[in-house]
């Protein structure tokens, strides 16, 4: 028996169960991750199944993993990514759920197996209501409102759910470097020569002179995937619950702008330009910061990380895992991340750029 069709058996398995051996089984098209997704409909109920199969991908971070320990174990563990473990998603969800922000509720599980039964919020996506039902403005206020909440709550570093438990580990430099590094292994060779050892250096030199920049707000949680295609509009729920939260499995502890600029620098939709100060201002009242200057700098470097590490990531989706259309999105993230390191905070990884794929400007143009 093949691995699919094993894999097809163990689905079914865990869906007579947990009692939706009857349900009808439709498939959502793939993403870039190797979770499958299935919306499961039986006598008008409906739910999602994740499924999640184990060893799909390299291990996650163990805890208080050396740099190289993390390197050894691969990219997984090096940018602290949580991979197919759907501990992450079930504990995180249980604590969204608990602090009353609408992650989807867990209906079933068997975590062993990389099985969940998740509620189904519907098909409204941001992205989709966007501008034809919904004001694009008004939506991402909310969420902007709903980060807000997110990072003034307190969240324990190793929630619970169905017995087993998850760490939330920091965002760390050597997750923040690791990420940018997909733009030397991927997108510089696929517009130059490949980085010699020593510009790959000074490439990692010139981020972190301008990290620190980070160290001026405290960490909150941090979902590392907030934007239009992963939020639902839930407008019948109340203050930040109106905004449904899809992928969070990945969260670290973090600097307040990531998020901000995971939504308003997207890589599949273009985000109207006159929204873009409303929106940040909204944040930064809601989150309670303070300095706007350290954190329009923090968020340039981030925002400047992110599109070097998507900008890598699109490349290799292409190229490696041969799913051509996300070159089709790489103008837009370049014209992000040109914009990002014309940022003062940002000149020395500015200058490395120029010299290690000027390309991404000509991109940037197009």
Known sequence: MSSDALRTDQRQAFLRAA?????????????ASTRSYFRLTDHKQAAILMDAPAGAEAPACPPDATPARRAALGYNALARLAGPNTAAFATLAQAFKARD?????????????????????GDDLFARVIPDRHSELDLYLAAADTLGAIYRSSFEAEPMAFGKSWRIDGYDQTALLTE?????????????????????????????????VLDAHAPGLVLRDYHAENLIWLPDREAEARVGLL?????????????????????????????????SDRFFDAAGLADRDAFDAASAILAAQRNAKILGIFVRLARRDAKPRYLDLLPRVA??????????????VRAQVRELAPGVFAEADQ
Request: aromatic share 12%.
């Open 247 to 279: 992928d969070f499995q990945d969260a670290l502890f973090g600097h307040p702008a990531y998020d901000l600029v995971s939504l308003l620098e997207d890589a599949r939709r273009d985000v109207s330009p006159d929204i873009i100060k409303p929106v």
């Open 19 to 31: 009692g939706w051996g009857s349900a009808a089984v439709t498939p959502f098209p793939g993403d």
């Open 101 to 121: 922000f609408s992650a989807p509720q867990i209906l079933e599980a068997d975590l062993d197996a990389g099985f969940l039964i998740l509620e189904d919020l």
């Open 180 to 212: 940018t590094e997909l733009f030397l292994d991927w997108y510089a060779p696929e517009r130059g020569p490949a980085p010699t050892a020593t510009q790959r250096e000074d490439w990692l030199q010139a981020w972190r002179q301008v990290l620190p």
């Open 335 to 348: 014209r992000h991340f040109v914009r990002d390191i014309s940022h003062p905070a940002l000149s020395p």
